[in-house]
């Protein structure tokens, strides 16, 4: 059985999620000068999003079967989450899709700022765009000032 790769999963669905909800004129805008607070609106919204963690309903794969073989190989994952979250309740007990579930969560805030800086890079000719438009507007109000 092959390893299953949270990280990259997820950045799938993470870079999936944004750009179905935000155009690309949004996604530059937002990377250009709200990175930090939209990092974190986003990091709230896809805690609970189902397609990203699955943390709303309890499950990413709705499959028992396809969450054991996601943790399958990945139980170093697990431990580090279950140590982050305080291991407040056995997730063990709660069986594979809360361990599935668990781990997404714990990468979750990584991956995220793993995407954005990706998607600064993918993105970079629209930021400048982006920018490029509030200098001209700026430099626009100088000149109606002047006037």
């Known amino acids: 059985m092959e390893r299953y790769d949270y990280w990259e999963e997820m950045a799938k669905d993470i870079r999936a999620y944004i750009e179905e909800d935000y155009s690309t004129e949004e996604i530059a805008e937002k990377l250009a000068y709200e990175r930090d607070d939209w990092e974190t609106e986003l990091y709230d919204d896809m805690m609970v999003a189902d397609s990203v963690t699955g943390n709303a309903s309890g499950s990413y794969t709705f499959n028992t079967w396809r969450a054991e073989e996601n943790i399958c190989h990945n139980l170093d994952l697990l431990g580090e989450a279950i140590e ?14 809360t361990c599935d579930v668990t781990i997404r969560c714990y990468l979750l805030n990584e991956v995220l700022n793993e995407v954005l800086d990706e998607m600064e890079s993918d993105y970079e000719e629209e930021i400048e765009k982006v920018r490029n438009g509030e200098e001209e507007d700026e430099e626009e109000d100088e000149e109606d000032e002047d006037e």
Do not use: I, S, T
Request: no cysteine.
């Open 84 to 97: 982050e979250f305080g291991g407040e309740f056995d997730v063990l007990k709660e069986g594979a899709e």
